[in-house]
T-cell receptor, first 111, second 116 residues
Framework: TQLLEQSPQFLSIQEGENLTVYCNSS?????LQWYRQEPGEGPVLLVT?????EVKKLKRLTFQFGDARKDSSLHITAAQPGDTGLYLC???????????FGQGTELSVKP | GAVVSQHPSWVICKSGTSVKIECRSL??????MFWYRQFPKQSLMLMAT?????????EQGVEKDKFLINHASLTLSTLTVTSAHPEDSSFYIC????????????FGPGTRLTVT
C-alpha cells in the first residue's frame, strides 16, 4: 500500500511549458518535503512545508500544502531543460522523523 | 550548510565479501541518520533508522544481520553489507536530520554498489 501517491510518474514536456506534480495521501503529515534528484546523486531538498494551506515559492517553482496537510503540489512555470530530474515528495509522520516517499516524478524538459 | 558526505561514491566487490559505506554530516551534528536503497528509476526505500549510541531500527523485510549499521558519533554512521551477493547491487543513500522528528533530512550523494 502506497501511503503517498505521486503523479504523474513520468512527464516529458517542451521548454517553456508549465507543469504540476501532485502528492496525495489519506494520512495527515506533520510536514512535507520536496526533493529533486539527478542521476547518480542524492536528493536535494527544495522546500519544507509545515502549515496547512501554506504556499512557498522558489523562483519558478511553487509549492503548496493542502489545508488538511494530506496533499501537496509542485507547480513549475516556464520549465527549462535544467529542471530535468526526478522530483520526490516525502511526508513526515510521528516523532522519529521518518519520511514516507512518493513514487517520484521523472521530468524531462526538451529544448 | 547541512552537507552530508558518503564514502565511497562507488564500489565493486566480489560475491561473498563485505563492504562498508560511511556517511558523515560535515557541518552539523545529526540526531538521526537514515539509510535508503534505490533501484533505477524508482523512489527511495528506507532500510533503517539510526540514532547515535543506540541500535538501529530496521524496516520490515530488511535483514539486520546482513546490513549492519553502526552509529558511532553524532557525525558518522556506517552501513556494512555483509556477504554481498549480486542482488545487493544497488544505489545506497544516507541522510541525516538536525532536529529529531522534524522530518527534514539532508541526503548524501549516494554509493553505487556493484557485486560481481
Amino acid at each position: 500500500t502506497q501511503l503517498l501517491e505521486q503523479s504523474p510518474q513520468f512527464l516529458s514536456i517542451q521548454e517553456g511549458e508549465n507543469l504540476t506534480v501532485y502528492c496525495n495521501s489519506s494520512s495527515v503529515f506533520s510536514s512535507l518535503q520536496w526533493y529533486r534528484q539527478e542521476p547518480g546523486e542524492g536528493p536535494v531538498l527544495l522546500v519544507t512545508v509545515v502549515t496547512g494551506g501554506e504556499v512557498k515559492k522558489l523562483k519558478r517553482l511553487t509549492f503548496q500544502f493542502g489545508d488538511a496537510r494530506k496533499d501537496s503540489s509542485l507547480h513549475i512555470t516556464a520549465a527549462q531543460p535544467g529542471d530535468t530530474g526526478l522530483y520526490l515528495c516525502a511526508g513526515a509522520r510521528g516523532q522519529g522523523g521518518k519520511l514516507i516517499f512518493g513514487q517520484g516524478t521523472e521530468l524531462s524538459v526538451k529544448p | 550548510g547541512a552537507v552530508v558526505s558518503q564514502h565511497p561514491s562507488w564500489v565493486i566487490c566480489k560475491s561473498g565479501t563485505s563492504v562498508k559505506i560511511e556517511c558523515r554530516s560535515l557541518d552539523f551534528q545529526a540526531t538521526t541518520m537514515f539509510w535508503y536503497r534505490q533501484f533505477p528509476k524508482q523512489s527511495l526505500m528506507l532500510m533503517a533508522t539510526s540514532n547515535e549510541g543506540s541500535k538501529a531500527t530496521y524496516e520490515q523485510g530488511v535483514e539486520k544481520d546482513k546490513f549492519l549499521i553502526n552509529h558511532a558519533s553524532l557525525t558518522l554512521s556506517t552501513l556494512t553489507v555483509t556477504s554481498a551477493h549480486p542482488e545487493d547491487s544497488s544505489f545506497y543513500i544516507c541522510s541525516a536530520s538536525i532536529t529529531r522528528g522534524s522530518g527534514e533530512q539532508y541526503f548524501g550523494p549516494g554509493t553505487r554498489l556493484t557485486v560481481t
